[in-house]
């Protein structure tokens, strides 16, 4: 069936330092790719996505590429600051509403 | 509203028992999702609503699942005869949707089941 997977689980960098999350999907189909962000008790927050037309995007600190051959996406937080801290959550999509999602990645920034 | 909320925040109850999950989305968003999520574990897919369509139940673990969406708004999702594994953060969302693109969720806070 269809799959995502995601690594590290978790990661610890240094303030100011740079995080890269990694996923790799299955189902080649794909064609849309968002991350999430969750904070301690609260939703996971919609904060970059890509389209399988394209290999990169970039918002401020936060960037996305896809290698649509290898099936792999990944995003980078250039940066970091403490308030990057939390878990992370990329998804992958070939419909217009259901999300595969990765098993999530717990992001510590270290001051 | 301004947000997808959900309630209640937190729920425990006794294993045997029903409980009833409430989802009011952001207005105007036609699709609306129900996800699960288990300590450690992705978001699991439950049930998506769009419109006045046939529900996609899917992602339901059992009958003792069943979700519902009043006048295109407000959605319940029920679990009946809780068990210790039905514990677990449920999750609504909410979009726009098109057919030949995906725009991404809005997710509630969520609702943190604990069966005892």
């Known amino acids: 069936g269809e799959n995502v997977e995601q690594h590290p689980s978790t990661l610890s960098v240094q303030e100011g330092d740079s995080a890269v999350i990694k996923c790799t999907y299955s189902?080649?189909?794909?064609?849309?790719f968002p991350w999430y962000k969750q904070e301690l008790g609260k939703g996971p927050q919609l904060i970059i996505d890509?389209?399988?037309?394209?290999g990169e995007k970039k918002d401020q600190r936060i960037a996305v590429t896809l290698n649509k051959t290898a099936k792999h996406f990944s995003l980078h937080i250039t940066e970091t600051q403490p308030e990057d801290s939390a878990v992370y959550f990329c998804a992958a999509s070939r419909r217009t509403y259901k999300y595969i999602f990765g098993t999530g990645t717990r992001l510590k920034v270290l001051a | 509203g301004a947000g997808v909320s959900q309630s209640p925040s937190n729920k425990v109850t006794e294993k045997g028992k029903d409980v009833e999950l409430r989802c009011d989305p952001i207005s105007g968003h036609t699709a609306l999702y129900w996800y699960r999520q288990s300590l450690g574990q992705g978001l699991e897919f439950l049930i998506y609503f769009q419109g006045n369509s046939a529900p996609d139940k899917s992602g339901l673990p059992s009958d003792r699942f069943s979700a519902e969406r009043t006048g295109g708004s407000v959605s319940t999702l029920t679990i009946q005869r809780t068990q210790q594994e039905d514990s677990a953060v449920y999750l609504c969302?909410?979009?726009?949707?098109?057919?030949?693109?995906?725009?991404?969720?809005?997710f509630g806070s969520g609702t943190r089941l604990t069966v005892v």
């Open positions: 890509i389209r399988s037309n394209v």
């Open positions: 969302a909410s979009s726009f949707t098109r057919q030949t693109s995906n725009y991404g969720y809005t």
């Open positions: 189902d080649s189909a794909s064609n849309y």
